[in-house]
């Protein structure tokens, strides 16, 4: 019986250690109170008051880590909100609040979120209204090709599809091939060589908001 006892107090405490690790690495560490847990160590695994407030004690001594509460960033030092939030304030018309999807498809993608939305303003007017190809095609890039909406120009589904499809055009058929600038696209991209100056005039205002 005692060795018995033995192995499952060393059981009991292994369990422990795994919650405290668990729990102090949890985001809704600062939801769990001192009681909660009190009441659940000695409800389930019978833990006398000195174990329950050790415990409570090294909980809470994980959440004064600086690291836990640490920002994630994502892009020029910003977070994915926030830098979601910075597009949201250039994006208008059809595409308002789309700035989620454009941050994080163009980071998934190793596109440059700025010049993605800046291209799509120059070449839809979205800063304002957003062109009949936006809102009749979901097409925010002014991209040819198949199935065809007008004038040659292709047709999505729907305004995220379109919004994906414009980012793997950028991604697949410029940045595959260094591309990665609005001077070193604008030939491919367009037949104006003013094209790339207002590129890169959006981008500041972009980036200034």
Do not use: H
């Not at 059981?11 to 250690?17: R, S």
């Not at 809704?28 to 006398?48: C, R, T």
């Not at 989620?100 to 979205?126: H, N, Q, R, W």
């Not at 009749?136 to 120009?153: A, D, F, H, L, T």
Request: charge should be positive; glycine fraction near 8%.
């Amino acid at each position: 019986m005692k060795i018995y006892r033995l192995i499952n107090e060393k059981v009991i405490v292994v369990f422990l250690c795994s919650i405290i690790s668990l729990v102090a690495f949890s985001s809704i560490l600062s939801s769990v109170s001192k009681d909660d847990i009190k009441i659940i160590l000695n409800q389930i695994y019978g833990a006398n008051i000195q174990q329950e407030s050790k415990i409570v004690d090294n909980i809470n001594e994980y959440g004064k880590d600086d690291n836990i509460n640490k920002k994630v960033i994502v892009y020029d030092g910003l977070t994915m909100n926030e830098l979601s939030q910075k597009l949201d304030r250039s994006l208008n018309s059809t595409v308002q609040g789309k700035g989620y999807l454009f941050a994080s498809y163009s980071l998934e993608k190793g596109v440059d979120p700025y010049l993605a939305v800046s291209i799509m303003l120059l070449e839809t007017g979205c800063k304002w209204t957003c062109s009949n190809l936006v809102r009749s095609c979901n097409n925010v890039g002014g991209q040819k090709g198949s199935p065809n909406c007008s004038g040659g120009y292709r047709s999505y589904p729907t305004l995220d599809d379109g919004i994906r499809g414009f980012i793997d055009n950028l991604a697949n058929n410029y940045y595959a091939y260094g591309l990665t600038t609005p001077e070193t696209m604008n030939k491919k991209y367009a037949e104006s060589t003013a094209w790339a100056t207002k590129v890169n005039n959006y981008m500041s205002s972009v980036k200034a908001k």
